[in-house]
């Protein structure tokens, strides 16, 4: 018999136990276990592109992706931090994911009456099952909630305080930055006549006639993915830029948002999915 000690949590009472346990899960460097992110309510095009990145995304061979920000000098593009984790710590947030109600066949975490409000998605594929979980304005206030639902929410919360801080997590490895294989661009439209941000130069092709059409995140835009030394390009291009410079291209401004591709990714209608 295996015995996992699961995770200590900072700066609380929260204690260690053990389990005998063993979750079963996806072993691939391309197969997510564990992904938490965040999104919703009434936003710009360009933030809701950004809002599909994972604020955490953890695969079976054990890589553990985060955002941070400022870690490059290209803003205009999210920079994830990479780490490595072990089998054992894996097991152990695992744990901690069933010990918060996460892997519960029909979890109840309430339905606050909150307009416009981000809401909180967690995965967690395990035992051969896909457990996504959505978690209505998590970390909100709430007023029209019974006590064991608010507990049952705070016990979520305190799971994702962990995911997040990497400090925390016993095993994890030493950080570094994420290098995507590809990256997702999605031509939004014209620039806003009001944008005063300095323009950047597109360096490939006409940004009003490239990509595939879509009707996300805004009605007519389309999209591309960019590898290899177009990437490059692009993130030469990009330096000193911010997430809503508009960019020059052809005869014309253009808004774009960028976002790089995980592991399980290849294609913008991976994006999201």
């Not at 780490?83 to 606050?112: H, K, V």
Request: with cysteine; aromatic share 4%.
């Amino acid at each position: 018999m295996v015995v996992i000690a699961s995770c200590t949590h900072a700066g609380n009472d929260h204690p260690a136990t053990t389990t005998s346990r063993q979750f079963t899960h996806p072993g691939g460097a391309d197969e997510v276990v564990i992904e938490v992110s965040r999104g919703g309510g009434l936003v710009l095009p360009v933030v809701r592109v950004g809002d599909t990145l994972p604020r955490v995304w953890i695969s079976g061979d054990g890589h553990y992706l985060r955002q941070v920000a400022g870690a490059t000098d290209n803003p205009a593009l999210v920079t994830l931090e990479d780490r490595r984790i072990p089998e054992a710590t894996l097991q152990n947030l695992l744990t901690e994911a069933n010990n918060a109600g996460l892997l519960a066949d029909s979890p109840d975490f309430g339905a606050p009456k909150i307009f416009d409000a981000v809401n909180t998605r967690i995965l967690a594929v395990t035992d051969g099952k896909r457990h996504n979980v959505l978690v209505r304005a998590l970390g909100y206030p709430v007023s029209d909630l019974d006590a064991a639902t608010v507990a049952a929410r705070e016990r979520v919360s305190r799971f994702i305080d962990l995911l997040e801080h990497p400090e925390r997590i016993a095993g994890a490895g030493a950080p570094h930055t994420y290098t995507p294989a590809g990256v997702s661009v999605w031509v939004l439209g014209p620039a806003p006549a009001s944008t005063s941000a300095p323009a950047a130069t597109w360096p490939l092709g006409d940004l009003a006639t490239v990509g595939t059409p879509t009707d996300w995140p805004a009605p007519s835009a389309r999209c591309l993915v960019v590898a290899g030394d177009d990437l490059r390009a692009v993130d030469a291009s990009a330096a000193g830029t911010s997430r809503s410079a508009p960019w020059h291209s052809g005869n014309g401004l253009w808004q774009i948002a960028m976002r790089p591709l995980l592991p399980d990714e290849h294609t913008c209608a991976d994006v999201g999915k």
